[in-house]
């Protein structure tokens, strides 16, 4: 069973959808941002397969029940709906920040608050709950600002994402650090790597290169500032890589296929897109296109040297006074 198979995707879709006709839900199923269902009559909600696809695969036995219990779910949520204003022990407990690609519903008027991360990724506000995550849109945040101002909200929801503890930390024979785990919350750590390296330990004066493949993993390396063309190399192999052999850990669909350099400046710059041809003789050929070959122009000047002092000539040796036959006899 592969749950990244579009095809296996858009079976699981449409079988929700299903579901949900049969408790009077009215969905439509989109395809413009990987496969999500949009409530289409009456309340407008986006309902995304990325929970149910990680339950089906940890449970392919129970994949018709976990189906009717994500529809009964949605239909208890528009039966008794939270209040629209959640309190700020509420807040401070459930948001987090996520990272979406701009494309698709993340481009449309629902995420207009959402501000960039990079061009073509954005940073959402979401609540963790207890089976499944909701996604704020404008209207949710609308709805919290007498709470909670966006600002605070966007810095309580990074600190949780922070705090979210670490699956898999490894260190890959490049010398490339690879953090992983469930959480769809992982590559969000990106939005606060000084936390990341502080927590782990790494230093990094020269700045780090970066990738976020998918929500459940980022990948890591400081720059070597005598060689920054090189750390760029090591990163954009290892994107390569997750691109044409980690399918199986996007759940959900690929984040980015760029490679990212954040800089001692606190300053976010996408420097490399990766680009995956298609099967030639059973190998996919992978291609490196440059977004911004000026990024090294960031990177903190070396300290200049003093130079060294010229060797000074020794002193003289003090000169010899005669001694008189006193000073002869006590100093023998």
């Avoid at 929700?16 to 999500?36: E, P, W």
């Avoid at 992978?286 to 060294?308: F, N």
């Amino acid at each position: 069973m592969d749950i990244n198979n579009p095809q296996f995707q858009l079976e699981i879709a449409q079988r929700f959808q299903s579901a949900l006709a049969n408790h009077d839900i009215v969905t439509a199923i989109r395809t413009d941002n990987g496969i999500y269902l949009e409530q289409i009559v009456g309340q407008q909600h986006v309902l995304g397969l990325t929970s149910m696809l990680q339950s089906i695969r940890d449970e392919p036995h129970r994949i018709n029940q976990i189906i009717e219990d994500r529809a009964r779910r949605h239909l208890e949520f528009l039966r008794n709906p939270p209040p629209t204003t959640l309190t700020a022990a509420e807040l401070k407990r459930q948001l987090r920040t996520r990272l979406q690609p701009k494309d698709g519903v993340y481009a449309s008027d629902l995420f207009t608050y959402a501000p960039a991360f990079s061009p073509d990724v954005i940073q959402v506000l979401n609540l963790d709950l207890t089976d499944h995550v909701d996604q704020l849109t404008a209207a949710d945040v609308k709805d919290q600002v007498s709470v909670m101002d966006l600002e605070t909200m966007y810095r309580v929801g990074q600190d949780n994402v922070d705090a979210e503890p670490i699956e898999f930390h490894e260190v890959l024979n490049n010398g490339v650090h690879l953090v992983r785990g469930r959480s769809q919350f992982v590559a969000a750590k990106a939005a606060n790597l000084p936390s990341l390296l502080n927590l782990l330990q790494i230093a990094a004066p020269a700045g780090t290169c970066f990738i976020i493949p998918h929500h459940h993993a980022v990948a890591f390396l400081p720059v070597n500032p005598h060689h920054p063309e090189a750390s760029l190399e090591r990163m954009q192999a290892v994107l390569g890589h997750a691109l044409t052999a980690w399918a199986d850990d996007a759940v959900g669909g690929f984040l980015s296929r760029d490679v990212f350099y954040y800089s001692p400046r606190r300053t976010v710059t996408a420097i490399s897109r990766t680009i995956v041809g298609a099967h030639e003789g059973g190998k996919q050929p992978v291609y490196h296109v440059s977004l911004d070959s000026t990024w090294t122009s960031q990177l903190p000047r070396p300290a200049t040297a003093a130079p060294p002092k010229a060797p000074s000539a020794p002193a003289p040796p003090p000169p010899q006074r005669k001694q008189g036959l006193f000073a002869r006899l006590f100093t023998r």
